[in-house]
């Protein structure tokens, strides 16, 4: 199965866990990290706020039903990355190569590393100088590939470190509940439901053939998967291959005239963020969510790339058109651009999602 050795380590409840350290009158509360009004949605949620049932991704109104006492921070993007940059400090220390996944968790792979540790020993000593520089707490998944990494990460959180060698990954995939496999959400699961398919031993027994028609390419990942094998090498350089930003609006809006103006504000923070990551690309993608939730895109390429406010606002006029004249209520509208035709920089920090995503 091959003699890699990869870590993933995952940061604790991370905005959280960084806001309950700094702010010691948060410590053993229930806090959520995000916005309060009626558009806010949890980024992360401390532990004592789980036991409620507070997740990310979920509505700030929802959260505040499931616990009263809820204390919600706004969140401090420039803070969480500086933490987050000073975790990688640390990484670095093991080994160069670093994959980020997000803002609060990487892939190491330390098959031959910097210390000569073994790979539980550099794991167990990542998450002790986390804890004694930081004062924060990480959890860690030590396997020989990717996935099952992944996996052994979240087995033991928080504060928790998991081990899956050769020897007892069949036995432990076997077990493993569909829904925790890395690829399946909602929608897949839903579908290994519908063929049966409730864990690994079922999926393991599924053919590569039916796993295609029904998943297309996907399928061969499952079926990987399902056997323990997944190939991928821990990437340290990841490229950049989009900016993009939206704006979720307090109340629905339905005039041409105030979407417009809305555009036209979203159309000047893509360009400063184009600037900042030196960044250009020549396809422009205009998403618009409506008041059901229901939401569509549009795009459109061009021989050149896309930089400047006069190039991207008639742009964009343009792909609002192509919805027609009357628009339903709108509750979002995003704009990026992507298919990179050259780049100024190489995006290295790219870990940090643009625009912060929800962190779990």
């Keep these: 199965m091959g003699n890699r050795r990869i870590i993933h380590i995952d940061m604790d409840a991370f905005f959280a866990s960084v806001e309950q350290r700094d702010h ?36 700030m109104i929802a959260a505040k039903r499931l616990c009263p006492d809820l204390i919600i921070v706004h969140s401090d993007h420039a803070r969480y990355k500086e933490v987050s940059m000073q975790v990688h400090e640390i990484f670095a220390k093991h080994t160069d190569l670093i994959e980020p996944l997000s803002i609060d968790e990487a892939f190491l792979d330390v098959t031959e590393n910097k210390t000569g540790l073994s790979a539980v020993e550099t794991a167990e000593s990542i998450r002790e100088e986390i804890r004694h520089r930081l004062n924060l707490t990480a959890s860690a998944g030590v396997s020989y590939n990717k996935f099952l990494a992944k996996i052994a990460s979240d087995y033991n959180k928080p504060d928790g ?82 900016v993009g930003c939206e704006q979720t609006f307090v109340s629905d809006i339905n005039k041409r005239s105030a979407i417009l103006i809305e555009l036209y504000h979203i159309v000047l923070e893509l360009t400063e963020r184009l ?49 027609g004249q009357h628009l339903k209520p709108v509750r979002l509208i995003g704009l990026s651009v992507s298919n990179p035709m050259t780049t100024k920089k190489q995006w290295v920090e790219g870990y940090l999602p643009f625009p912060v995503e929800n962190e779990s």
């Excluded at 699961?189 to 079922?202: C, L, P, R, Y």
């Excluded at 390429?301 to 606002?313: A, G, Q, S, V």
């Design 275 to 323: 600037r900042k990551n030196g960044f250009m690309g020549c396809t422009l993608t205009l998403k618009i969510k409506y008041e059901d939730f229901t939401c569509v895109t549009r795009s459109a390429t061009l021989p050149h790339p896309l930089e400047k406010k006069e190039d991207i606002l008639p742009l964009a006029k343009r792909l609002l058109a192509q919805l």
């Design 24 to 59: 010691p009158d948060l410590r053993g509360k229930p806090v959520a990290v995000g916005f309060d009004g009626p558009r806010g949605v949890v980024a992360t949620a401390s532990y004592e706020a789980r036991k409620y049932g507070v997740h990310s991704a979920m509505s």
């Design 161 to 242: 470190m998991f081990v899956i060698n050769e020897e007892q990954a069949l036995g432990f995939i076997a077990a493993l509940p569909i829904e925790k496999f890395w690829g399946v959400g909602p929608k897949v699961a839903q579908t290994m439901h519908k063929i049966g398919i409730f864990n690994g031993s079922q999926l393991r027994q599924c053919s590569l053939n039916h796993l295609t028609e029904v998943f297309g390419k996907a399928g061969q990942v499952y079926y990987d998967f399902a056997h323990g094998i997944d190939g991928r090498k821990v990437e340290p350089v990841r490229v950049r291959k989009s």
